[in-house]
Nanobody
Framework: QVQLVESGGGLVQAGGSLRLSCAAS????????MGWFRQAPGKEREFVAA????????YYTNSVKGRFTISRDRAENTVYLQMNSLLPEDTAAYYC????????????????????WGQGTQVTVSS
């Protein structure tokens, strides 16, 4: 069972930056991809960004392109989400997820494509 632990959330003013981290517990952690999703109150969980573990291919939702960057440290079993130029609409609980199976360019952006989830970290952007 892979456990994912997120950190780095907080309160920031619009235009500011935060970096989220997600550490996987298993030493022999092996995943096809890891992703970040977010969920605002009263809304469905939505895709933010993903990265394939071996090749490092990255995927983003349109609203964060050019502002957010996903990266991974394979030696540390950790994935990061650098968030710049934050907007109030970025306010949400952010969740890290890991996929143990091969995903397509479609399913890598879907909640159902992921097998393991972290507990979430809150990001609040004030205007």
């Amino acid at each position: 069972q892979v456990q994912l632990v997120e950190s780095g959330g907080g309160l920031v003013q619009a235009g500011g930056s935060l970096r989220l981290s997600c550490a996987a517990s298993e030493r022999t952690f092996s995943s096809f991809a890891m992703g970040w999703f977010r969920q605002a109150p009263g809304k469905e969980r939505e895709f933010v960004a993903a990265i394939t573990w071996n090749r490092g291919n990255t995927y983003y939702t349109n609203s964060v392109k050019g502002r957010f960057t996903i990266s991974r440290d394979r030696a540390e079993n950790t994935v990061y989400l650098q968030m710049n130029s934050l907007l109030p609409e970025d306010t949400a609980a952010y969740y890290c997820a890991a996929a143990g199976r091969v995903l397509t360019i479609v399913t890598i952006k879907e909640v159902a494509g992921y097998d393991y989830w972290g507990q979430g970290t809150q990001v609040t952007v004030s205007s």
